[in-house]
């Protein structure tokens, strides 16, 4: 579901998703010059699935968990 609410935002580049402990995972490689990573956020909580940000590993890409 993550997918389908960030696809289509300008500035994100690709989402991939998956699955870890039964919990939806988005690995989202975005240009931060076009989205924040507080908008991304935004965007998945205002569906109501948004759970949190696992893990940033560059200034490019985040991994967000959702419901």
Do not use: C, F, W
Not at 28 to 39: T, W
């Amino acid at each position: 579901m993550g997918e389908e609410v960030l696809d289509g935002l300008k500035g994100i580049e690709l989402v991939n998703s998956g699955y870890h402990s039964s919990m939806e995972t988005n690995a989202v490689l975005y240009n931060p010059a076009l989205i924040s990573v507080g908008q991304i956020e935004q965007a998945l909580k205002d569906t109501g699935i948004y759970l949190g940000t696992l893990k940033r590993n560059t200034s490019y890409g985040l991994k967000m968990i959702s419901n």
